[in-house]
């Protein structure tokens, strides 16, 4: 499967961009599917997953109750829907795939299958 994101952009601080990450070559409804983020000069790190099966959704501390993962399997694309932004937000945004069906908070980056190009999103303060 491929994976494109797009959706990044520049916001303020306080404000919302919805990144997306849109599937070919095989269905997001098939895999665990996951965003990651990585800012400049620190290690990439999870951000937030949904589970193939349950649709289950897991967050990172740090963005949970400001961000939300959703899937649409008729546009075969996977969201991220991220408000009140910080500047410490701002990073490469990451869309993955995870075959089978495991609990999607128990994985590592390395562990992903198939990986998009990124999105940046950068927040002003």
């Known amino acids: 499967v491929q994976l494109q994101a797009s959706g990044g952009g520049l916001v303020q601080a306080g404000g919302s961009l919805r990144p997306s990450c849109t599937a070919s070559g095989g269905t997001v409804s098939s895999y665990g599917m996951g965003w990651f983020r990585q800012a400049p000069n620190k290690e990439r790190e999870f951000v937030a997953a949904?589970?193939?099966?349950?649709?289950?959704?897991y967050y990172a501390g740090s963005v949970k109750g400001r961000f939300t993962i959703s899937r649409d399997s008729a546009k075969n694309t996977v969201y991220l829907q991220m408000n009140v932004l910080k500047p410490e937000d701002t990073a490469v945004y990451y869309c993955a795939a995870k075959a089978g069906n495991p609990i999607m908070s128990t994985l590592i980056g390395d562990q992903y299958d198939y990986w998009g190009q990124g999105t940046l999103v950068t927040v002003s303060s």
């Open positions: 949904i589970r193939r099966s349950t649709s289950a959704t």
